[in-house]
Structures are given as structure tokens and as C-alpha cells.
């Protein structure tokens, strides 16, 4: 799963049947240090992220296997918030 | 799902059997402000989506899980139209 | 889907089993206004394209979703051919 | 499957039902001489790999198909420790 | 499916279940005129590649879709050992 943090959120009226009601937020990856990378996209909220949050994302086939997105078209869910990322034996993020 | 805009559409007779019928749109990938990036390709519209309109698609099995695209042949759809992106706080989007 | 070139064909004896019989073309992905880049690689020709005809490609899992390619062990098919593309309404390919 | 070496860990309190109690470790991709690239992501372990270790992830929904992963929302695990990599017959690889 | 080069060998002891006794090579991305490009990844052969070979490779889910790879965690396959390749009517590779 990709390392990502919370950049913000999308709203969408016209969406697909299965879409409706899913929180939809703007996500963007992130190094273990918590710098961002390439450009943002939307994933569905799984576990109730919330903005600056440091995540992880399920993408793919793997997105529709929670609760809120199975048999969705969905090809990107958050299905975890990070406490805290080691690298090397050193801590490179803790959440606040 | 990635941001997109709809840049334009494809005409093709000569399809396999479960495509015939479908919208076929040109899309391009888009940053939350907007501007394009990468190269062109094609989604199967399955939400009424028009051209400079700002949607997101989804790729993979999960463009399969809509309607009109159930078990077809097909990659990428375009699931929601876009009515406005926030990021950090600001509104990089809005729909006009 | 992705748009592409048919740029030539593969010869392969020995191939999986669900694989003998297929036609297998060798493509590379174009723009719309059919400018080739990225690398050639190998898709199963569905629809019967011939060499320099603009196609689209479905890849992962929905490239087995035509009645040639089920349940073979086959990432991308052709499965459609371009008549033609219109971007920002100007129609940068058609076929001749 | 892409080569990778085990480089940290992750820690996550609130995460998707079905990885409660899945180990989640940090790791990034490497060449067959061991030297990484590319960004650091989170795969599920299911063969008890350790730190510093060269492994092999299956991404995709391959990464669902062990008995600790089936049906949970996964996109990467680690499939197999390297005890070995050759190229053109030289030993890249041997681990220690 | 991409067009790729045998170029070496994976020992393994510690590994998921379904992939014991699965023959793991080492293999490089290559162009129609058998040059290598991008990093090298393990594939399972299906098909009694040997090294030097040309091949194809079926990637994501259609990597399980032949009778040694079925329901294992695996997401590259060789599926076939290429003879010749043509490009624009031009043979590119041709088997020795």
C-alpha cells in the first residue's frame, strides 16, 4: 500500500450509483518522512482520515474489499492511518 | 481515482461485442488546479459527462463496476463529475 | 483504455496453452494525433487490426474479457480500432 | 514480482477490519545487486521477514492470495525471502 | 504482456505456500530489437524459458491464469518464448 497524506477533498454530485454517499478526499503520496510526491488523486475514506493525516492506500481490486466500497468502482481506499513510520531503526514520523 | 479532464472523444465501428454502444470520451489526467498532465487516453462515460468538464476515472477491474460496463472489455470509466476540489483549506476548483 | 499504433507482429511457438491460436501484434501507444511513444509491447488482436491502424488497448484484467482472450493469461487486447479522435473540437486523426 | 529489501515498519491503530493484527513493514525496491529505488510503500509480511532483508512482493490482488491476506484489502505482500540472485551467471546476491 | 529477456535466476527457501517448487527467473523488460530497459524483476516460468531467451511476460491477475500458476500469489508470468518480431515489416528479432 502506498504512503500517502490527506490533502484535501472533492465534491461530486453526478457520480456513479455505488459512489454515493462515500467521503471522497484528495490524497497524495508521501515518503516516510512525510514529503510529498507525484500528483494528487481521489481515494474513498475508509477509517475516517482526516485532513493532514498520514495514510495508507489500498489500490486496485484491493479497494472494493472493505465495508463501504465493495463492488464499488473504486480503484483507491483509505484503509489505514499511520501512528508511525521506522526506517532503519529510526523513527522518520510519529502522528502529533 | 485519478482527476481527469474530458478533452475530447473517439469514434470506432470495429469493436469487441460488449463496447458497442458506449460513450467513448478522450481524457487527460489533471491537477487540482486544473492543468493537464500525461499523455490522452480513453474512458467509457458512465455518468453524462461533457467535454472540459472535470471528473475523476476509475481504472482497472473497478471501471468494470458500474451499469453499463458490467463484465465488458473496458479499463478506465469515468464514475463522477467533479463540482468542486478543495486543498489545504483553499478551493483549487469549482465548477462554473 | 490506452490508444495505440499497431506497429507489428510476434511469432511464439511454444506459449501457454490458452495463448495458441491468438494473433498476437505488437503495438506501442500513440497520442491523438497518432505520435508513437513509450515501448512496444505485446497485446492480443481481437478485432482483427492490421499493421498501422490506430487502436485502443484494454490491459489488466478487463483484456480478458472478450470472447477470444477468457480466462487466458493475457494482460492487454486490442479491442477496438479507431475511426477517429477529436480534441477540443478539431479532429486530429482519421482514418483513411 | 518486484525485488525489494525490507528497510522499516509501520505502526497503525486505525485501520480496515480485515488488517487488524497484519504485520506491516516498509519496503522499497531494490536491484538484483541490492541497491534501492524508487519510493519507500507498506506490504503485509507473510513469511516472517526481518529488516535489512532482500524479499520479493507480489502487488496487485496477487498480494490477497496467501492465507493472511485472502479478501482483505491489500495490494502488496511479501511472498519470499532471497537466499540468492544470479545474473548472467554471476551471483548479484547471497544472502548473508 | 511485455516483451522481456531471461536474464538470470532466484533461489528461494522461505516462500508462500502456492509458490513452492515454482521456477522463479530473473527478467528485464527489452525492446522489439532485444535491447533492456528498466529494473529486473522475478518471474514464474510456465513455459521452460531458459536464459538469453526473449519471452512475453502476463502481468497482474493474468499471471495466475495458467495450470502452474493458478490461485498463487504471483504477478508476472512468462507465458511464451518469442521466435521473431517484426516491426514495420522489418524482422527485429529472430531466435537463434
Chains 1, 2, 3, 4, 5 share one sequence.
Not at 7 to 31: D, I, M, N, P, Y
Not at 43 to 69: C, H, I, M, N, Q
Amino acid at each position: 500500500m502506498i504512503i500517502a497524506r490527506v490533502v484535501g477533498s472533492a465534491v461530486s454530485t453526478v457520480k456513479e450509483g455505488k459512489l454515493v454517499g462515500r467521503k471522497l478526499l484528495v490524497v497524495q503520496k508521501a515518503t516516510p518522512e512525510n514529503k510529498l510526491y507525484g500528483e494528487p488523486f481521489i481515494a474513498v475514506d475508509t477509517v475516517g482520515a482526516g485532513e493532514g493525516e498520514l495514510v495508507f492506500v489500498a489500490e486496485g481490486s484491493s479497494a472494493r474489499l472493505t465495508e463501504s466500497t465493495l463492488d464499488a468502482a473504486v480503484d483507491a481506499a483509505i484503509v489505514g492511518i499511520l501512528d508511525s513510520l521506522e526506517l532503519n531503526k529510526q523513527t522518520t514520523f510519529r502522528k502529533e
